[in-house]
């Protein structure tokens, strides 16, 4: 069982910055592809960003180009989503998902394993 825990969530002014954490509990962690999403109240949950397991390979949504970097580090078995030029319309609950397929999948149901979510309120 793997359990994933968001840490690094807050509330920061528009234009600041913040770095969330994904810890994983499983010492093979560095075989799975981790993803970050979003939800906002009364919205889906979105693709942020995407990482493979080599940290090779990643991937964002479109809105976070530029703005947001996801990397890894696999001996401390950590995701992490370095967020720059936060925005107001970037508040929501962030959340780490993980699985175990070869490709960084942008569709929240092709992740087996979540985190509980960290807030992030970005104020104007």
């Known amino acids: 069982q793997v359990q994933l825990v968001e840490s690094g969530g807050g509330l920061v002014q528009a234009g600041g910055s913040l770095r969330l954490s994904c810890a994983a509990s499983i010492g093979t962690f560095s075989r799975y592809v981790v993803g970050w999403f979003r939800q906002a109240p009364g919205m889906e949950r979105e693709f942020v960003a995407g990482?493979?397991?080599?940290?090779?390979?990643?991937s964002y949504a479109d809105y976070a180009k530029g703005r947001f970097t996801i990397s890894r580090d696999n001996a401390k078995n950590t995701v992490y989503l370095q967020m720059n030029s936060l925005k107001p319309e970037d508040t929501s609950v962030y959340y780490c998902?993980?699985?175990?397929?070869?490709?960084?999948?942008?569709?929240?149901?092709?992740?087996?394993?979540w985190g509980q979510g960290t807030q992030v309120t970005v104020s104007s």
């Open positions: 998902a993980a699985d175990l397929r070869s490709i960084i999948a942008t569709t929240p149901t092709l992740y087996d394993h």
């Open positions: 990482i493979d397991w080599t940290g090779g390979r990643t």
